[in-house]
């Protein structure tokens, strides 16, 4: 059973940072991407940001410039920086990990958490 666990949403005024974290657990042999999405309310889930294994990333055109994403492969965490907050970032932010289990890949994610940003 593998869990991924994200943390550090919260409340934020515009132009303001979060910094989310997501860490797997479980019997992992291995993590391939992981990546960060978001839903806000009434709109699909969208693509935030992924990463590689080996810290290749891809991002959504419209958060080049003010979010960053990051991995520790050692501690299978994975880590959105977001800078330069504005309202419409407001959404459930998910993790999502591309995991090698005992029975082979598999994608799993996390339970989301809350960032709105508002004054």
């Not at 055109?61 to 407001?90: H, V």
């Amino acid at each position: 059973q593998v869990q991924l666990v994200e943390s550090g949403g919260g409340l934020v005024e515009p132009g303001g940072s979060l910094r989310l974290s997501c860490t797997a657990s479980g019997s992992i042999f291995s993590i391939n991407a992981m990546g960060w999405y978001r839903q806000a309310p009434g709109k699909q889930r969208e693509l935030v940001a992924r990463i590689t294994t080996g810290g290749s990333t891809n991002y959504a055109d419209s958060l080049k410039g003010r979010f960053t994403i990051s991995r520790d492969n050692a501690k299978n965490t994975g880590y959105l920086q977001m800078n330069t907050l504005k309202p419409e970032d407001t959404a459930v932010y998910y993790c999502n990990a591309d995991v090698v289990v005992w029975s082979g890949r598999k994608g799993y994610w996390g339970q989301g958490t809350q960032v709105t940003v508002s004054s």
